[in-house]
């Protein structure tokens, strides 16, 4: 990873009294230092990967400290990883995305909240909804209900997000169930500043080993008959035990309202920012969070504390309960403890709000509006209702003139992407062979399934597309493409694919993209990135170095693999032959195409700099352009069907003759040759020309461009070059 994150690292040693000013995720990271953990892992995800990274690069420090960190291979081993706290008085805390890599730690979760902890164990997961998400839009808090682990939800703001942090640790170890800390894309990236406290060294670390391994203890393995007895204490003990916590330590806050107390929120912690928002629209909140109405705050959104609810709830005239997500968890736990408890407070929840998505300001104004017209009219002023009506107006409006809702904007790979070129051949080879059935995968060629290539009819998570065509190939007369990165190729795709479909002697076809980094998660090393000491020696750093790591090629040959091809990404005509080859060759076991091609982000970012050095040094600087010339360019837009690079786009015809655009190459365009290749690949028209962009030229190469210039000129009077 060419990313540099030292000033986050210095945001963490920062000592007793000192400010810390950022973002909310580096808060948590800072709020683990500050708890004294002694080991952190993880896998990386939106919106959590920073804290791992910047544990990663800060390894010295984390040395210096005596703790431990690990990226771990996928969200398993991190889960896995949390079993030293089972034993050992250890603080331990991971890291993910939700509700994926939830999914994938499952089993390690539930044998970890077993037994229980000794240690306290924090588990940060990354979870959003609507336009936030990038995964399948799922509770963690299922999770934390089946499993008897607690949820933090904090409320937005430095200060608190790193008091939860600490007391999170503190209510594992009183309660020891597991804490899972939920941060939506807003809660990591809010900016705000905190005081901070110094780091604490754990008692046990690398710098203080433990000198025996615990008594053996059958009490603490996640095996009947011992289950038996877990699952009694997760109810008789643990969740008494969490619910004492939160409420001895006040780990919600109530704010009293103002004005009408008679009225109340109660809100997930991780939206009350956005609920502030809606309120003000109705001037009952104002900037500083002061509210005319009151508002319960769940910072812990399970185990719910009853008492709490009950004592919230027995004084107002009604309560509005804003739980993101379903189904509603928390509005069925309250409606049950209300009733319980006899008491007669009208709630409403999901009635009043969207039963699924993201709770955005306009959202919970709607519910607001619906909540105050029922309890008390008095309070909605004209102007909010005018303002979402002129919303939904405004939106019919725009879509009645176009005749359609508003086209979506789907994200696409980066300019010079290496994957985009094996669709381009993939297209072509489906030309000879027929239409395939692709299973894809979770990554940047993931982007594919958008235009123009739309390849992929399954994604069944992150490396299973192997193992997701295992029931269509048989069935299936042509062959089906497994389309997979090197990123889930490590994280599950070895094992669930490879090794099953090696072991069935399935007639399988895998193409892995070997572009060096878990790109689509913010290009991190795994155990086949080029190596450092490779990036050093290459003199040319324009150049791809995925070929410089070998070990997903012998790790599939020491599996057993005999049909492999390793293809550049960019050589379009030799893809497409190789593709066709897999697809039609009498070999019948399974056959991998190795595609490589270094991530264009990471390449880039290690030219940029080499380039500036180069050019401040006076030194020659070559790059290349393509280009289109616009009286050749046919107005066909072939050349774009077939590659989707934003830089490769449209422009209007300068012939006043002609009324279909033509195409062009904007500013941007990195010269990854790939409009080249697909020109002579798919034979496409002859428009495309190549440029090189000199800078710094030696001084034959002026005296040759003065030459060109002078003949141009005499040839072309008044359009001299
Ligand atoms: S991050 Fe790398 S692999 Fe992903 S789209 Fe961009 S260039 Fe392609
Ligand atoms: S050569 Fe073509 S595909 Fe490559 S970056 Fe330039 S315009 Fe895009």
Sequence with gaps: MEVSFHTEIDSLKLGLGEEFHGEGILAVTKGLLQSGVSYVGGYQGAPVSHLLDVMVQAKPYMDELGVHVEACSNEASAAAMLGAS????????????????????????????????????LIVVGEDYGEGASVIQERTHAYALKSGMCLLDPRPELGQMVHMVEQGFQLSEASNMPVLMELRIRACHVRGSFVARDNQRPAISKQHLMQEPA?????????????????????????????????????NEHFEGREHKHLGMIVQGGIYNTLIRAMQQFGLADAFGES?????????????????????????????????GQPEYIE????????????????????????????????????LLKFLQKHQPALVPDDVAAWLQGNTARRQQVQQELGQPLPTRPPGMCIGCPERPVFSALKLAQQEVGPVHVSGDIGCHALATFEP?????????YGMSLASRAGVSPL??????????????????????????????????????????????????????????????????????????????????????????????????????????????????????????????????????????????????????????????????????????????????????????????????VGCG???????????????????????PKWYERLWHGLQSSVVGLLQPGQAA
């Design 86 to 121: 089972i034993h050992y008085p250890v603080r331990g805390a991971v890291t993910w995305k939700s509700i994926v890599g939830t999914n994938v730690a499952a089993d390690a979760l539930s044998n970890l909240s077993s037994p229980g902890v000794t240690g306290g164990v």
């Design 215 to 251: 008594a053996f203890d059958y009490m603490r393995l996640a095996h009947p008959p011992v289950t038996f007895v877990h699952e009694k204490r997760k109810s008789e003990e643990r969740l008494p035990a969490a619910r004492r916590f939160i409420s001895e330590h006040k780990l």
């Design 292 to 324: 005319s109405l009151s508002i319960l705050v769940l910072n812990v959104t399970y185990p719910l504390v009853p008492d709490e609810l009950t004592a919230f709830c027995a004084d107002k005239a009604a309560v509005l309960l804003l739980e993101e």
């Design 332 to 367: 069925q736990e309250l409606a049950l403890t209300l009733r319980r408890q006899g008491l007669p407070t009208p709630l409403h929840g999901k009635d009043m709000l969207p039963q699924g998505g993201e709770y955005t300001a306009e959202a919970m104004a709607q519910g």
């Design 453 to 461: 290539f739309s390849v992929g009819h399954s994604i069944l998570g």
């Design 476 to 669: 299936m007369k042509r062959r089906v493409l497994s389309v997979m990165g090197d990123g889930g190729f490590w994280h599950n795709g070895l094992l669930t694919g490879v090794q099953s479909a090696l072991f069935n002697g399935d007639d399988a076809v895998l193409l892995i993209f070997k572009n060096g980094y878990t790109s689509a998660t913010g290009t991190q090393d795994i155990i086949s990135t080029p190596g450092e000491e490779a990036k050093a020696d290459v003199k040319d750093k324009r150049q791809s170095l995925a070929h410089t790591n070998q070990t997903i090629e012998s790790t599939l040959k020491g599996l057993g693999v005999q049909w492999l091809r390793t293809v550049h990404t960019y050589h379009v005509d030799e893809m497409k032959a190789t593709l066709t080859e897999a697809f039609s060759t009498a070999f019948q076991g399974l056959k991998v195409i190795v595609a490589e091609g270094e991530c264009q982000l990471e390449r880039q970012r290690r030219i940029k700099p080499w380039l500036a050095a180069l050019m401040a040094r006076g030194e020659r600087v070559e790059r290349v352009k393509y280009g289109v010339d616009e009286d050749v360019c046919n107005g066909d837009h072939a050349c774009i069907r077939l590659s989707g690079c934003p830089t490769l786009t449209l422009k209007d015809n300068p012939d006043p003759l002609k009324v279909d655009p033509v195409a062009t190459v904007v500013d941007g365009c």
């Design 674 to 696: 790939l409009c080249g290749a697909n020109a002579h690949a798919a034979t496409l028209c002859p428009s495309f020309y190549r440029a090189e962009v000199v800078q710094n």
